[in-house]
């Protein structure tokens, strides 16, 4: 006797079952999504927060180094006054022993020690878009400045090296060692008793050595033109984007004010 199985044909799904199984993994996908994206935007804030605070440490940095900057380059440009005026005279005796003082400052050269590492840090990790358009576009005009100011230190670097060439022609070793003792950051500073001192130390005529002078005072001319354009132009400008930029950040991330 045969003995007969029904088939078990199933259950059909209808479509609005599919649709629904569809419509929840869209939805699962979607949140995760959502949730990656809000969790990459809190890192992201953070450490545009992180990287901010760090920036505005190293530009207040940099504003104390421009100012101090500021101040010798003004003294510097006191001393190129004074040995081209010295220059139009007699160099002999009290004029000779001047004029060999200032020599020792003439060939001085201080670059601004700047505060780069967190702005390169920014730069070389991507994190830029980080930033809105204001500061950004600011951050990339300070770097701008700093960049001329720079190159042009760069040059008052060689000029100043190639100062030291006349230099060792005019000044007897002994005396441009006994001034070596003295900077440019204290020259404003310095007493009339030492200065006096100093300008009475017997020194022979230089009067047969005008070759050299000539040489030395022409590239004085330059060094003073450049470094006066860069304390009346460059560095104040470069103060007013950092300051800038300090008060834009503070505002940004509401970091307290020094």
Do not use: C
């Amino acid at each position: 006797m045969e003995v007969h199985h029904p088939h078990n044909t199933g259950h059909k799904k209808r479509w609005t079952g599919y649709l629904l199984e569809f419509l929840m993994l869209f939805l699962a996908v979607y949140l995760g999504f959502i949730a990656e994206n809000l969790r990459e935007h809190r890192v992201e804030k953070a450490r545009a927060r992180e990287f901010s605070k760090s920036l505005v440490q190293d530009l207040e940095n940099d504003v104390v180094e421009i100012n101090w900057q500021i101040k010798l380059t003004r003294n510097y440009l006191s001393v190129a006054d004074s040995i081209l005026e010295l220059g139009k005279r007699k160099l002999e005796g009290r004029n000779a022993a001047a004029f060999s003082f200032y020599t020792r400052f003439v060939y001085w050269t201080g670059p601004v020690n700047w505060h780069r590492a967190t702005f390169e840090q920014i730069k070389n990790s991507g994190s830029l878009r980080y930033f809105r358009n204001t500061i950004l576009s600011k951050l990339m005009k300070y770097d701008a400045a700093i960049n001329d100011i720079q190159s042009e230190f760069d040059n008052h670097m060689t000029r100043g090296n190639m100062l030291l060439i006349p230099i060792n022609k005019i000044i007897e070793p002994g005396l441009h060692h006994e001034l070596s003792s003295y900077f440019i950051w204290t020259i404003d500073s310095m007493s009339t008793a030492t200065r006096e001192r100093l300008f009475s130390i017997e020194t022979p005529s230089l009067e047969n050595k005008r070759e050299e002078i000539r040489e030395l005072l022409n590239m004085v001319v330059v060094q003073q033109r450049n470094l006066r354009q860069n304390s009346e132009d460059r560095l104040p400008k470069a103060i007013k984007i950092a300051k800038d930029l300090v008060e834009e950040l503070n505002k940004e991330y509401h970091f307290e004010s020094k």
